[in-house]
């Protein structure tokens, strides 16, 4: 009779991978979490979890992070990679998010894993022209979609896909705009949450994305090791919503005011170099920039119909998440 089987979870102090791992350990599951030597974040997530301290880029550390007892299954999410809204072309990047994902690859066949999940992005799939719903498809190619992001997870997907034909037993899942609670880094979103709070916003902007809970990507992503099929994809997106929306309903949440401008896009751009300046004088994130501002211009239209029939795959109203977000910030003391 086998052991119970082990969660494999790379990027486990990340704000998916964290999630993740919170709900594998609530339902019972054992899991292992690879953790970089030096992220402190690793710290936050449970004690029942085995930390891995390794890299994606060391293999030594990658075949500690695999080698479980004998008949034991083993069920691996790769949730690692570097997110960045630079256009600039940067070695770190590419290393991680492509070379990173071929060495999972190769250690996840070479340790014979039962089921592996990739975590890939919409960013990966082509843009369809505005007015059109954009839905999985069946090859990736970096030379199609805009940004280093996009390029590097177009690349390590369709290596994902590649691996699948040879035999591996993987899945792929395309998360839209995470948001939501539990971001110890403070992604994009967060921040953007913590401006409002703190009336740093002077104007918003014309525009907006899908943006999904994570606790949702996370679930979907958990499902995928079970009812995702070999060499399939699945959106996991939620719903297009505005700036302005952002900020209304952050509004009737906390009774908070804030800016009615919304300035259009050629504005915004305009005014891009002055905000570059601003953040960097202030040392604050920035919450526009060149990527930033065609990702809210782009069309941001996804079905995840596939994902709720097949994954059992469901999202949360937006209204929601804000308010779970805004909650754990005030216990984390980000905002007073």
Request: aromatic share 10%; hydrophobic share 40%.
């Amino acid at each position: 009779m086998n052991s119970d089987p082990i969660y494999l979870v790379t990027g486990a102090a990340g704000h998916l991978g964290y999630t993740i791992v919170m709900q594998l350990v609530n339902d019972g599951h054992k899991v292992r979490a690879l953790v970089l030597p030096q992220d402190a974040l690793g710290s936050r997530l449970p004690q029942e979890v085995q930390i891995v301290r390794g890299d994606v880029l060391d293999k030594r550390s990658l075949d500690i992070f695999f080698t479980v007892p004998p008949g034991v299954d083993t069920y691996l999410i790769h949730s690692a990679g570097i997110v960045t809204t630079s256009l600039k072309y940067r070695q770190i990047v590419y290393d991680v998010n492509v070379q990173g994902t071929k060495n999972i690859l190769e250690a996840a066949m070479k340790h014979e894993v039962k089921k592996m999940v990739y975590v890939s992005s919409v960013h990966a799939i082509p843009e369809l022209p505005k007015g059109q719903v954009i839905s999985e498809v069946a090859y990736f190619d970096k030379s199609l979609v805009y940004g280093m992001y996009s390029k590097t997870k177009a690349e390590a997907t369709q290596a994902v896909l590649e691996a699948a034909a040879k035999g591996l037993n993987v899945t792929v899942v395309h998360p839209s705009g995470i948001c939501g609670p539990h971001s110890h880094a403070c992604n994009y979103a967060t921040q953007l949450v913590i401006d409002c709070w703190k009336g740093l916003l002077p104007m918003g902007v014309e525009g907006g994305y899908d943006f999904v809970d994570v606790r949702d990507v996370a679930s979907g992503t958990i499902s995928s090791c079970h009812r995702g099929e070999k060499g399939e994809c699945y959106i996991l997106a939620n719903r297009y919503i505005t700036v302005k929306e952002i900020f209304s309903t952050f509004q009737e949440i906390t009774g908070k005011k804030l800016p009615r401008l919304m300035a259009p896009m050629w504005l915004a751009k305009a005014s891009l170099p002055l905000c570059s300046l601003y953040y960097k004088i202030k040392k604050r994130l920035p919450m526009f920039s060149s990527y930033s501002l065609y990702t809210l211009n782009t069309n941001a239209y996804f079905s995840s119909d596939k994902a709720r029939l097949k994954l059992g795959y469901v999202t949360r109203p937006f209204p929601e998440t804000l308010a779970d977000t805004i909650e754990w910030l005030k216990k984390e003391k980000s905002i007073l």
